[in-house]
C-alpha cells in the first residue's frame, strides 16, 4: 500500500531546527531564550583551572561540553548561513545567535596562549548520573591541550568553527568577525606547529565517546580551507593543496573531513582548471556514489528510502551528507557543470531531489509517517534521551533531583514533560523501524551536528 506524501513545511522545520539550540545551551541563559523550561546550569566552569569556560552546548542528552563535535556543530551552521542565510528571513538573527553562543565560548576556550580547552566535564561522572543540568553536582573537569600535550584535531576544528563563523558574521558584524578570524588564525598556528591527536593528550575523557578515528591531518586541511575562504590568503590554500590525504572522501561528520573538504575546495577549483584535479574528481566520485542506482554505492538505503549506513546514530550520514549534495549542487550549477556517473549522469537538480527526500523523509515522509523531530508534525519521538527534557523543570519541581533520583523520571512509561522542539533524533534503523525509548540511545538521542546541517538544508528547501 502507498502512502501519502507528506507536505513538508520547510519553514517551521527551519524555525525549529534553530530553537532547538536554545535547549543545549549551558551557562547563563539570556532573557531572551525561549526554550524557558531551561535554566542557568553549569556557572562555575573552568574554575578548576582558573578560566571562565561557562557557556557553549551540551552535545547531545548529556551534560558534557566535547569541544570536538561542539566546533564542528558551529562550522556547520556557519557554513548553512554563508550559503542559504538568505533564505532565513526572520530565523537569520536566531541561526546567528546560535553561532555566537558556540563562539563566544569558543573564545573563552582559546584565551590563554598555546593552550586550548577540549572538554568540560568528567563524562564518566556525568553518565552514571541522570540529572538536570540545573542540579548538576558531577565533577566539571576541564581538559586541555598544549605545546607538551597537543591535540591538533579539536584545535583545529575550533579554528575551522572560529573562520566560518567570521564570514557568517561578516555582514552583520564586522569588529566581532575580525576578532574571529584573528583568533582563529592563532588557533590554528598552533594546532599545526603543535601536532599531536587528543586521543593521547586527552584520551581517557574524550574516548571512547568522540575518539578521533581519521587522524588530525584532515582537521588541519578542513581548517586552512575555511582559513582561505575568510582570507583569500594564498599561503593558506597552498597549504590546502599540499596536505589534502586521500583519507575517506566519501565521509562527513565530526569526525572525518574529507568529503566536506572536497566540496568546499572545489568551489575554488572549479575556476582554477590547475588545481581542478585535485578536489573535483574526489567530490564528484563521493556524489557519484550517494545515488541509489549507483553500482559503487558507499551508502545504502532502508526500503523507505532514508541514507543508512551501519553503527548507529545514523541521522548524522543522512543529514550531513545531504548538506554536501546541495551545497555541491549550487557550485555545479554556477559553473554550468554535470557529472558522468557510472551508468548515469548527475546534474544539480538530481542532486537537490535526492537530498529532499532525505529531509522529506525526516519530516514525515516515511513508512511509519512520523516526524524524527521534536516537536514538528503530529507524530513524533516522545522518549528521547535526554536528561533535561525527561524531568521535571525546576519552576516545576524547585527541589534538587538527585544523581539517582532522575531513574524514576528516565523508567517512566509517559513522553518526556519538557518538549525539546527541533531535536533530531538518531532516528530509524535500517528495516525503517523506530523505538521510542530513552534506554535505545542510537535512535532517540538527539546531538548539535545531526540539526546544523539540517538548519541549511530547511532554509533551502523553504526558498526552492
Known amino acids: 500500500m502507498e502512502r501519502a ?9 527551519l524555525t525549529k531546527s534553530i530553537l532547538f539550540y536554545e535547549g543545549q545551551r549551558s551557562g547563563k541563559l539570556p532573557s531572551s531564550q525561549r526554550m524557558t523550561w531551561r535554566k542557568d546550569s553549569a556557572l562555575t566552569d573552568g574554575s578548576d583551572i582558573g ?45 546567528l545567535e546560535a553561532i555566537r553562543w558556540g563562539t563566544d565560548y569558543f573564545l573563552k576556550a582559546t584565551s590563554k596562549a598555546d593552550v586550548v580547552v577540549a572538554q568540560v566535564g568528567d563524562p564518566y561522572g556525568d553518565h552514571d548520573c541522570w540529572e538536570r543540568p540545573e542540579d548538576m553536582d558531577t565533577p566539571r573537569t576541564s581538559y586541555f591541550v598544549d605545546k607538551e600535550h597537543p591535540g591538533s584535531e ?79 590568503e594564498a599561503n593558506y590554500w ?14 562527513f561528520g565530526w569526525d572525518a573531513k574529507h568529503a566536506g573538504i572536497n566540496v568546499l575546495a572545489s568551489q575554488w577549483a572549479m575556476t582554477d582548471p590547475s588545481d581542478s584535479n585535485l578536489f573535483i574528481p574526489n567530490a564528484d566520485q563521493f556524489v557519484c556514489s550517494i545515488f541509489p542506482q549507483s553500482p559503487t554505492k558507499s551508502v545504502s538505503y532502508t526500503p523507505g528510502g532514508l541514507m543508512f549506513k551501519p553503527g548507529g546514530f545514523n541521522m548524522q550520514t543522512t543529514m550531513s551528507i545531504s548538506f554536501l549534495l546541495v551545497v555541491y549542487a549550487q557550485y555545479m550549477k554556477a559553473a554550468s557543470k554535470t557529472i558522468q556517473c557510472e551508468g548515469f549522469v548527475a546534474d544539480p537538480s538530481g542532486l537537490v531531489s535526492l537530498a529532499r527526500t532525505q529531509v522529506d523523509y525526516v519530516l514525515g515522509n516515511n513508512p511509519l509517517s512520523m516526524s524524527y523531530m ?10 528521547i534521551h535526554h536528561r533535561g527534557s525527561t524531568m521535571p523543570s525546576i519552576e516545576e519541581v524547585p527541589e534538587h533531583i538527585g544523581c539517582r533520583d532522575g531513574d524514576a523520571y528516565f523508567n517512566k512509561e509517559g513522553p518526556n514533560p519538557n518538549v525539546l ?17 530513552r534506554s535505545d540511545i542510537a535512535e532517540s538521542e538527539p546531538t548539535t551536528y545531526y540539526n546544523a546541517p539540517f538548519v541549511g538544508l530547511s532554509a533551502y528547501f523553504k526558498a526552492n
Open 5 to 13: 506524501a507528506a507536505e513538508s513545511d520547510y519553514a517551521e522545520a
Open 51 to 95: 578560566m571562565d569556560l561557562v557557556g557553549g552546548y551540551y552535545d547531545a542528552g548529556d551534560n558534557v561540553k566535547f569541544h570536538l563535535p561542539m566546533a564542528f556543530t558551529v562550522t556547520i551552521l556557519s557554513w548553512s548561513v554563508i550559503e542559504f542565510g538568505q533564505f532565513m528571513d526572520s530565523d537569520l538573527q536566531h541561526a
Open 154 to 232: 579539536v584545535s583545529a576544528e575550533i579554528a575551522a568553527s572560529l573562520a566560518a563563523s567570521s564570514i557568517a558574521f561578516s555582514n552583520s558584524d564586522s569588529d566581532y568577525s575580525a576578532l574571529l578570524l584573528s583568533r582563529a588564525v592563532q588557533v590554528f598556528q598552533f594546532a599545526d606547529t603543535h601536532r599531536g591527536s587528543y586521543n593521547d593528550s586527552i584520551g581517557n575523557a574524550t574516548c571512547p565517546f568522540y575518539c578521533d578515528f581519521n587522524g588530525y591531518m584532515d582537521e588541519l586541511v578542513w581548517a586552512a580551507s575555511w582559513l582561505y575562504k575568510a582570507t583569500k
Open 238 to 251: 597552498n597549504y590546502v593543496k599540499e596536505n589534502m590525504q586521500g583519507g575517506n572522501i566519501k565521509e
Open 374 to 383: 521534536v516537536g514538528y508534525g503530529e507524530k513524533f519521538p516522545q522518549k
Open 421 to 437: 522542539i527541533g531535536a533530531l533524533v538518531g532516528g530509524p534503523v535500517k528495516d525503517d523501524s523506530f523505538k521510542d525509548s
